[in-house]
């Protein structure tokens, strides 16, 4: 695989991980107030922690965005393996959120109810989900030609 068409998957890639983290943090921290990035200190911190987290999706989904006008001006753009890498990028950073961020290392939690194993099943099955489907198609998709897109 050349190297074009590896920046058209991790463009894709960084893109999808960029853009669920921003939807991530604009819902769930934002608007429903379930829990900020870093929830084992004071509310301030936690403020200032999905700043941080903010930038972060921000850098990553720029950065995507950047690595696309690239491709496409050398017009190396393959819009199939880029929308299924950013399947994968969402389900990749979605998973592990979910195992990491809220099991392993316990920053903080989906929500903070009784039954929460419902929340995390659910995230966690969007998740294997988006990057299963994701994975399946960029292999399958992987003896194909690139198809340019030429603008």
């Excluded at 068409?5 to 960029?18: A, P, Q, T, V, Y």
Aim: aromatic share 16%; charged share 15%; net charge positive.
């Amino acid at each position: 695989m050349n190297t074009l068409k590896n920046r058209n998957i991790w463009s894709g890639i960084l893109f999808g991980l960029g853009l669920v983290a921003f939807i991530d943090e604009t819902i769930f921290h934002q608007l429903l107030h379930w829990h900020h990035f870093y929830d084992k200190s004071t509310t301030n911190v936690g403020l200032i922690s999905d700043g941080w987290f903010h930038a972060f999706s921000w850098f990553a989904t720029i950065g995507g965005l950047f690595l696309f006008a690239d491709i496409r001006r050398k017009n190396e753009l393959s819009m199939k393996k880029w929308f299924v890498s950013i399947l994968i990028g969402s389900g990749a950073f979605q998973l592990y959120d979910g195992i990491v961020q809220h099991k392993l290392m316990r920053i903080h939690q989906i929500r903070y109810v009784e039954n929460v194993i419902v929340y995390d099943l659910i995230w966690n099955i969007i998740a294997i989900l988006l990057l299963v489907v994701g994975l399946f198609l960029l292999f399958r998709s992987g003896n194909m030609k690139s198809e340019k897109v030429v603008y």
